[in-house]
């Protein structure tokens, strides 16, 4: 059974300029969860989807956003990219919205220069 | 305001040497308690989860309990595979949303 999968594995970008991860889920789940990870901070929730929609979001700025397509895969994208931005950024699925332990990928790292 | 409190931040144990790690919590009604544990270079890797207090649930040489205001992980007689990050995570009643952490990185010596 596949594990979710992250795309890409590294990243470099430059200030200023815009990215997207992406993130295909376990297959049959059909919720999806984004989480920034910083050695400050740890894990932050970003937002989550369900059925293409978004039901929560994370005290992140609109320069962070995201979509969820018809097949339960998810992308976000940020925006004007800041020093700041530099993380691990991690992609979770779960069956559904609730109580259940996510499986996470392997994440994007994401280094802003 | 909801926020997850882990202590001690870095623990190392000699091979055999029974810990516990803790995880407070602040929560205004808790939904759940979750444990993962990380590896360098990958994603959390779920472990338990927790509705309420006095439950326990054990996974090999781990055992996870759950209080009102805390919960722990004790590790017996611990193996220097099981060296690695233990992230605890609350989620509050009225969001599916997970508050984190940050961990305990946890080093086993053979």
């Known amino acids: 059974k596949a594990g979710v999968t992250q795309t890409p594995r590294y990243l470099i970008k430059t200030r200023g300029q815009q990215v997207t991860l992406s993130c295909s889920p376990i297959s049959g789940h059909r919720s999806v969860s984004w989480y920034q990870q910083t050695p400050g901070q740890g894990l932050q929730f970003l937002f989550e989807?369900?059925?293409?929609?978004?039901?929560n979001k994370g005290n992140f700025p609109g320069r962070f956003s995201g979509r969820q397509f018809s097949n339960s895969r998810s992308e976000m994208n940020v925006s004007t990219l800041e020093l700041g931005d530099s993380a691990l950024y991690l992609c979770?699925?779960?069956?559904?919205?609730?109580?259940?332990?996510?499986?996470f990928g392997s994440g994007t790292r994401l280094t802003v220069v | 305001e909801d926020q997850v409190t882990q202590s001690p931040e870095a623990l190392r144990l000699q091979e055999g040497e029974s810990s516990s790690l803790n995880c407070s919590y602040t929560v205004s009604g808790l939904r759940g308690l979750f444990w993962y544990r990380q590896d360098p270079g990958k994603g959390p890797e779920f472990l338990f989860t927790l509705y309420s207090a006095g439950e326990e649930k054990e996974k090999e040489r781990l055992k996870a309990t759950l209080t009102k205001k805390e919960s722990f992980l004790h590790i017996t007689a611990p193996k220097p595979e099981d060296s690695a990050t233990y992230l605890c995570a609350v989620q509050a009643t009225g969001t599916y949303k997970y508050i984190f952490g940050t961990g305990t990185r946890l080093k086993v010596l053979a």
């Open positions: 989807y369900f059925s293409e929609t978004q039901r």
């Open positions: 979770a699925s779960s069956p559904a919205p609730g109580s259940y332990g996510y499986t």
